[in-house]
């Protein structure tokens, strides 16, 4: 297991630019909350997978107080199996859609063959993935919400040549559960989440703990990066 330290670092995408908006408006930016920087640096510190790579992006700044975004790709040599962004978010205030002070968002999308992207019990199954992954770490959330795409491309023309080409998308959020001074156990929530994003490539259980997952059938193969 790589720790996701060696990748991430107080550039783009850190905490001291996640009010970057509130500072050009007032002047300066409110300080960060405790138990928000807690559960950054839990993300800084996790240990995950050797296949996936991630690294902090720019946060988006209208979907809460304070924000800090992850990308991250399950990489077999130079090339992506997956890719995914993972969004944390929180309002000391709290949100009545949230039931919470913090909020995870994620979007992950991986290639398919298209006898695959075709299975009518696929969206199903992709939502269970993720919210098995959650619990087959012991994490406990709430208000989860999202949608399961699949999306199909046909080239015509000058294009004709390539073959089709079908995606599965996984857009979703969830509230995770607070502990000891109101911070989540974001390292695990995180390590949830890059288990999922290996499933969905189609790579193996990392470990004797993961042999009841389900690795993803008839993947396309690797795209290039």
């Known amino acids: 297991m790589a720790a996701a330290q060696g990748r991430l670092s107080d550039g783009t995408g850190g905490m001291d630019e996640a009010n970057e908006g509130e500072r050009d408006a007032g002047g300066s930016a409110p300080p960060v909350p405790l138990p928000f920087r807690s559960a950054v640096d839990a993300l800084r510190t996790a240990r995950l997978r050797p296949q996936i790579e991630i690294e902090p992006v720019p946060a988006p700044k209208r979907l809460a107080p304070f924000a800090y975004a992850l990308e991250a790709a399950v990489v077999d040599g130079e090339q992506d199996l997956a890719d995914g962004r993972l969004v944390l978010l929180h309002d000391p205030a709290g949100h009545d859609a949230w039931r919470g002070t913090f909020r995870l968002v994620t979007l992950i999308r991986a290639e398919l063959e298209p006898e ?21 770490r012991g994490l406990t959330y709430g208000e989860p919400s999202g949608t399961v795409t699949r999306a199909s491309s046909h080239y015509f023309g000058g294009l004709a040549e390539r073959p089709a080409a079908s995606q599965i998308e996984i857009r979703a959020s969830w509230t995770p559960r ?25 790579l193996p259980p990392a470990g004797p703990g993961d042999a009841s997952v389900v690795t993803l059938p008839q993947r396309r193969g690797p795209q290039s990066r």
């Open 116 to 136: 695959m992207a075709a299975d009518p019990l696929l969206p199903e199954v992709c939502w269970s993935w993720l919210t098995g992954a959650l619990q087959a």
């Open 178 to 202: 607070e502990g000891l001074g109101g911070v989540p156990d974001t390292g695990a929530h995180l390590a949830s989440w890059c288990d999922l994003l290996a499933q969905v490539a189609g």
